[in-house]
DNA sequence: CTTGTAATTAGGATTTTTCCTAATTAGGCT
DNA sequence: AGCCTAATTAGGAAAAATCCTAATTACAAG
């Protein structure tokens, strides 16, 4: 969960998620689309989000394409919209650790 | 936005949101909560929480009552719900601050 | 004014993040 | 093979985050 709200923290990935949810793109074409940062430094952001479970990647000839991937989104989600109010907490064994009266 | 979702980024600002939810609560409250750390790191989060605008503040005599500042909570749900595809961009001007509708 | 409690700020050591250039891996093409 | 494009890793400098102890501010009560 902290590398969900810890990726998102950063512009140019909250920028790239954004972007993917028109749908699927390759690294250059992500890299491109920032003219203020090296392609390396996209690269690294882009590790990011893979490793907080926020994109997948499949490869495509020479290319690699990143994948928004929804479910991280709705964890993320569900922890809000419980803070909110307007869901319940988790029941699952694993997560659950206060006792709400809901 | 960054400082919202860079301050739900930690496990101990999450937790003292969560706290939170029940309603508001002293520094003195917060910090005995954490046993694992000490009094002005606690401080520490909550002015991170502070500048994220997730929480606000009143003075009560000596003691200092920290409340769950909702509408900061929306702003974030807003965005990732945007990512999901189940809200609307919010009529951009700029850093829309609470104008956005349902 | 002094003392005690509540809470924050100051200063600093350590770790993590960020972002660059240079080097490297991976795949397609002739 | 050799070469070109696509993309990532390596290494390191600079900046930011984390979290401590010590010092300080804010407030209430005697």
Redesign the pocket.
């Given at each position: 969960m902290s590398q969900v709200f810890?990726?998102l923290?950063?512009p140019?990935?909250r920028r790239i998620v954004e972007m993917l949810r028109a749908g699927p793109m390759?690294?250059?074409?992500i890299?491109a689309a920032f003219d203020?940062?090296?392609?390396?430094?996209?690269?690294?952001?882009?590790?990011?989000l893979k490793d907080a479970g926020l994109v997948s990647?499949e490869?495509?000839?020479?290319?690699?394409?990143?994948r928004l991937r929804i479910s991280a989104v709705e964890e993320a989600v569900g922890f809000l919209l419980e803070l909110m109010g307007k869901a319940e907490p988790a029941t699952d064994p694993k997560e659950a650790k206060n006792g709400n009266p809901a």
């Open positions: 810890k990726a923290g950063h140019a990935r390759t690294s250059g074409d890299a203020d940062m090296t392609w390396p430094t996209v690269t690294g952001h882009l590790n990011a990647t490869r495509e000839g020479a290319s690699v394409r990143y």
